[in-house]
T-cell receptor
Framework: DTGVSQNPRHKITKRGQNVTFRCDPISEHNRLYWYRQTLGQGPEFLTYFQNEAQLEKSRLLSDRFSAERPKGSFSTLEIQRTEQGDSAMYLC????????????????FGPGTRLTVL | AQKVTQAQTEISVVEKEDVTLDCVYETRDTTYYLFWYKQPPSGELVFLIRRNSFDEQNEISGRYSWNFQKSTSSFNFTITASQVVDSAVYFCALSDLDNYGQNFVFGPGTRLSVLP
């Protein structure tokens, strides 16, 4: 299967601990996105990458969150000093930018990582 | 700022009934994209459709159809002859033409339950 994969699928941690999630996009896709989804809400944009460059970060994103995509392939999202409010589903998506600089192509989503902070 | 409203939080229908999911959006852009995604119990968002703002033709794909009305800023989704497998949360989304970043906004979703 060549879809977007995310690991781990579930993570339970204690408040104050650091956690790291991984996303492997569809191999030929050059854009990668992170979203957060809380219960009963739609996904909320966190950040996105064009190849290895992080081009945009949500204004709402705390400094405790950091994301990397070092070789333009997989990406990691780290949350430092987790808080109970960080409990959510973290979704990754990827897309292929079309020529001309406009992304006309759909975002393909992974299954998500569900984080529970106790 | 972009905003998407899905006023129906939950809908229940009996199998084979038709059901319409409402989506109303707000944007200052004159050109934009609208989307519908399905999120089944497994959790993975599945793309259903993307529509350009300058194309107001309605679209039909099998049992699915979409009614885009720019005059009322609505992009409603109808499932004809619903099936149990249609049970999921459906999200309407809006983006500018760059289709990424903070301008890609999802609505809160409508949970559809199709009962046998």
């Amino acid at each position: 299967d060549t879809g977007v994969s995310q690991n781990p699928r579930h993570k339970i941690t204690k408040r104050g601990q650091n956690v790291t999630f991984r996303c492997d996009p569809i191999s030929e896709h050059n854009r990668l996105y992170w979203y957060r989804q809380t219960l009963g809400q739609g996904p909320e944009f966190l950040t996105y990458f064009q190849n290895e460059a992080q081009l945009e970060k949500s204004r709402l994103l705390s400094d405790r969150f950091s994301a990397e995509r070092p070789k333009g392939s997989f990406s990691t999202l780290e949350i430092q000093r987790t808080e109970q409010g960080d409990s959510a589903m973290y979704l990754c998506a990827s897309s292929l930018e079309s020529s001309g600089g406009r992304s006309y192509n759909e975002q393909f989503f992974g299954p998500g990582t569900r984080l529970t902070v106790l | 700022a972009q905003k998407v409203t899905q006023a129906q939080t939950e809908i229940s229908v009996v199998e084979k009934e038709d059901v319409t999911l409402d989506c109303v959006y707000e944007t200052r852009d004159t050109t934009y994209y609208l989307f519908w995604y399905k999120q089944p119990p497994s959790g993975e968002l599945v793309f259903l459709i993307r529509r350009n703002s300058f194309d107001e033709q309605n679209e039909i794909s099998g049992r699915y159809s979409w009614n885009f009305q720019k005059s009322t800023s609505s992009f409603n989704f109808t499932i004809t002859a619903s099936q149990v497998v249609d049970s999921a949360v459906y999200f309407c989304a809006l983006s500018d033409l760059d289709n990424y970043g903070q301008n890609f906004v999802f609505g809160p979703g409508t949970r559809l339950s199709v009962l046998p």
